[in-house]
């Protein structure tokens, strides 16, 4: 997600456009990571020990998302507290393992920590700000997931799809900046555990959100974020020490997880066996669960969108089953998420929505990871359901997150998707 600004309303509107049913596709690779029971005194134990993609889902349990706080950036330049967050602490990720979640995504910008070509040295601070993050998921118990987010994703900094696309000079200079800051991201946690998953880029797209010049190009986006991704991986191996099999994720095109099943998206070739995961992003409608232009969802709303119900939201996951995970090639949703409502009839469809969301994610064994932003008023970027300074809840966050948990990790056999459909507000 991004922060307040002209930039942001652009994203929330016109991604209501690109997340529709997907369409089919073929691909090959594979699985293994996640971390397992909280262990806050021996975190060395906090290990991904995968055998394949419904493992790797069962540990990855259910995920959070660092929000707009690494990710922050103003005027190019990336700063945890840019976008009005606190510096958050060890006390955080302590309460986030207290609350069932297993996963957090640490969303990382790095505009205006780079040095020049050819080099693009990372400012030493930044990237130990970084670690240290990473090491109060690791104290906690928690898996941890890591990227480059915000350096670009809509072409305007240097990960410039659209120009990479039509330029190779443009591309090999985007290619050879990306493999000089893997190299360096990944040599600085070569010696961590299993618990941390690479995630090479966030939603890259040329600005269109899927709608852009992508669309009449011949696959020339397409083809180019597939050698990114390859980059990613090969330049990872190439570090060797447990990166040499760490589990590393690929985006599709925007995230968008119609473009992971089209044939556009190739998962990259790799040296470790098993160990790639597609990361996509699921929002939709988006005029519901962000925007906040509809105030209820699903099958017994009046006031819904047109789209993106229950039934959409299946044949998409479904897509995604059976293009991967019914191959061994597990998937997480690296964000998902709804904003909170200003009455406490819509506070009911959100907590439906979402838990309908994350139930489902488990029968179809993909691991949901929620977007806090860190705000918790109403309305349009109010998705925060933790304090950043003490890991309290802000107002019904714990009756939310209670209820994602229970989605993702109870094995009741009376609680089905049938039943939390069943139970749906009227």
């Keep these: 997600m991004t922060f307040k600004s002209s930039i942001s309303r652009i994203k929330l509107t016109l991604m209501s456009l690109f997340i529709t049913a997907a369409a089919i596709h073929s691909c090959s690779s594979g699985s293994r990571k996640a971390s397992g029971a909280i262990d806050e005194t021996t975190p060395q134990d906090t290990v991904l020990t995968v055998k394949g993609a419904v493992e790797m889902a069962q540990q990855l349990g259910m995920g959070w998302n660092l929000g707009n706080q690494m990710d922050a950036q103003k005027d190019g330049v990336a700063s945890e507290t840019a976008w009005g967050n606190p510096v958050v602490t060890q006390a955080l990720f302590d309460k986030l393992a207290n609350a069932g979640i297993k996963t957090v995504r640490i969303p990382v910008t790095w505009l205006g920590h780079i040095g020049d070509a050819p080099g693009y040295t990372i400012n030493k601070a930044w990237l130990d700000r970084v670690e240290q993050l990473v090491g109060y998921a690791e104290k906690a118990g928690l898996n941890a997931i890591i990227n480059i987010h915000h350096d670009g994703a809509?072409?305007?900094?240097?990960?410039?799809?659209?120009?990479?696309?039509?330029?190779?000079?443009?591309?090999?200079?985007?290619?050879?900046?990306?493999?000089?800051?893997?190299?360096?991201?990944?040599?600085?946690?070569?010696?961590?555990?299993?618990?941390?998953?690479?995630?090479?880029?966030?939603?890259?797209?040329?600005?269109?959100?899927?709608?852009?010049?992508?669309?009449?190009?011949?696959?020339?986006?397409?083809?180019?974020?597939?050698?990114?991704?390859?980059?990613?991986?090969?330049?990872?191996?190439?570090?060797?020490?447990?990166?040499?099999?760490?589990?590393?994720?690929?985006?599709?095109?925007?995230?968008?997880?119609?473009?992971?099943?089209?044939?556009?998206?190739?998962?990259?070739?790799?040296?470790?066996?098993?160990?790639?995961?597609?990361?996509?992003?699921?929002?939709?409608?988006?005029?519901?669960?962000?925007?906040?232009?509809?105030?209820?969802?699903?099958?017994?709303?009046?006031?819904?969108?047109?789209?993106?119900?229950?039934?959409?939201?299946?044949?998409?996951?479904?897509?995604?089953?059976?293009?991967?995970?019914?191959?061994?090639?597990?998937?997480?949703?690296?964000?998902?998420?709804?904003?909170r409502r200003d009455n406490e009839r819509a506070e009911k469809f959100r907590r439906y929505y979402l838990e309908y969301v994350c139930k489902a994610a488990r029968d179809h064994n993909l691991a949901p990871i929620y977007w806090d932003n860190g705000y918790g008023g109403t309305g349009r970027e109010q998705s925060g359901l933790f304090d950043r300074t003490t890991g309290e809840y802000l107002n019904n966050g714990g009756d939310i997150m209670s209820t994602m948990v229970k989605a993702v990790t109870t094995d009741d056999p009376d609680y089905t998707l049938q039943s939390v459909y069943d139970n749906a507000p009227i």
């Design 154 to 339: 809509d072409s305007r900094h240097w990960l410039d799809i659209k120009g990479a696309a039509e330029n190779p000079e443009i591309n090999a200079a985007v290619t050879a900046q990306i493999k000089a800051m893997w190299a360096q991201i990944a040599s600085r946690f070569k010696d961590k555990g299993q618990f941390l998953i690479f995630e090479s880029f966030n939603e890259i797209h040329d600005g269109g959100w899927g709608w852009g010049a992508n669309r009449t190009d011949g696959g020339k986006q397409y083809r180019t974020l597939n050698e990114w991704n390859q980059a990613f991986v090969d330049t990872v191996r190439a570090t060797g020490g447990n990166n040499a099999d760490r589990y590393l994720a690929v985006p599709s095109y925007c995230t968008n997880p119609d473009n992971a099943v089209d044939g556009s998206f190739k998962l990259p070739q790799d040296s470790a066996d098993n160990r790639l995961i597609v990361a996509v992003h699921y929002y939709a409608p988006v005029d519901y669960s962000l925007n906040d232009k509809f105030k209820e969802w699903g099958h017994t709303g009046t006031d819904v969108d047109t789209w993106g119900d229950e039934t959409s939201l299946l044949e998409t996951f479904g897509k995604l089953k059976s293009m991967y995970v019914d191959k061994g090639i597990p998937v997480y949703i690296g964000e998902m998420g709804c904003v």
